[in-house]
């Protein structure tokens, strides 16, 4: 059974700092790529970040240079340190694992909130 569960998220105020964590089980978490997506209210799900097998990344434009993802291939775990948040930040974030040349090998988290607000 495949379980992607996050944590950290919640309240941090305009310029502020949140790190998320995914930890995950029931996956051979070294082999997939590891993502962060992001839902805000009457928005479509976007990728905010992702990181392969192989520890290469990508960012979403609007957050290069302020988030950073990084993976633990020996914890099963993935983070997301979020720094100089703004309220376009607040969202509902979710860890993903993707096989991406196997599309049935797809999961997702239940997803953490993360408010930016003053």
Known sequence: QVQLVESGGGLAQPGGSLKLSCAASGII?????MGWYRQAPGKQR??????????????ADSVKGRFTITRDNAKNTMSLQMNSLNAEDTAV???NAEIVTMPGYNYWGQGTQVTVSS
């Open 46 to 59: 976007e990728l905010v970040a992702r990181i392969t097998s192989i520890g290469n990344t990508n960012y």
């Open 93 to 95: 974030y979710y860890c």
């Open 29 to 33: 978490f070294s082999i997939y790529t």
